[in-house]
T-cell receptor, first 104, second 113 residues
Framework: GQNIDQPTEMTATEGAIVQINCTYQ??????LFWYQQHAGEAPTFLSY????GLEEKGRFSSFLSRSKGYSYLLLKELQMKDSASYLC?????FGTGTRLQVFP | GAGVSQSPSNKVTEKGKDVELRCDPI?????LYWYRQSLGQGLEFLIY????????KSGLPSDRFSAERTGGSVSTLTIQRTQQEDSAVYLC???????????FGPGTRLTVL
């Protein structure tokens, strides 16, 4: 079956770097997406990986290893506004989301 | 252009009543998705439409749930004989192509009393 696993909660300090991991088991892999969801709002697209390696986009980067069924989202120079849930998904199945709290 | 819109934004209903939730996807998007999100939880997949293909209904939790997509555009999610456990935010998303980036609507918050 399909399964997405990610940590439930993480905390970090403003200005720091945080890595959010995601492991997946899926059939018919079409790439891995990361979405950001602020409390009370809809998810918004952050990044997409279909090939192995690192995709960098400003302060956010995402990494994929297809052989290991593993991805991570790297957030640098954390800001208070980065406090949100981060959702990993392959297509239709989403992980529970990782709730990140950034403290001053 | 306009994003994904959903209506109503809030719906309060009594247990046992039927409700209809509407989603207007981004024009030209061929794929449409419905999800449910309970408070503090992740997104639960409900149903997926792609073009004229038969929808993927594998996420519908019971036969009280059904959805239609008319003319390849607007979609309606219907919940019959609502139960208190149906209370959640129902999110709709659309994408240009299958398994492409999803653009989410603001959601409908359903409360069943």
């Amino acid at each position: 079956g399909q399964n997405i696993d990610q940590p439930t909660e993480m905390t970090a300090t403003e200005g720091a770097i945080v890595q959010i991991n995601c492991t997946y088991q899926t059939s018919g892999f079409n790439g891995l997406f990361w979405y950001q969801q602020h409390a009370g709002e809809a998810p918004t697209f952050l990044s997409y990986n279909v090939l192995d390696g690192l995709e960098e986009k400003g302060r956010f980067s995402s990494f994929l290893s297809r052989s290991k069924g593993y991805s991570y989202l790297l957030l640098k120079e954390l800001q208070m506004k980065d406090s949100a849930s981060y959702l990993c998904t392959d297509k239709l199945i989403f992980g529970t989301g990782t709730r990140l709290q950034v403290f001053p | 252009g306009a994003g994904v819109s959903q209506s109503p934004s809030n719906k309060v209903t009594e247990k046992g009543k039927d409700v209809e939730l509407r989603c207007d996807p981004i024009s030209g998007h061929t794929a449409l998705y419905w999800y449910r999100q309970s408070l503090g939880q992740g997104l639960e997949f409900l149903i997926y439409f792609q073009g004229n293909s038969a929808p993927d209904k594998s996420g519908l939790p019971s036969d009280r749930f059904s959805a239609e997509r008319t003319g390849g555009s607007v979609s309606t999610l219907t919940i019959q004989r609502t139960q208190q456990e149906d209370s959640a935010v129902y999110l709709c998303a659309s994408s240009l192509a299958p398994h492409d980036t999803q653009y989410f609507g603001p959601g409908t918050r359903l409360t069943v009393l």
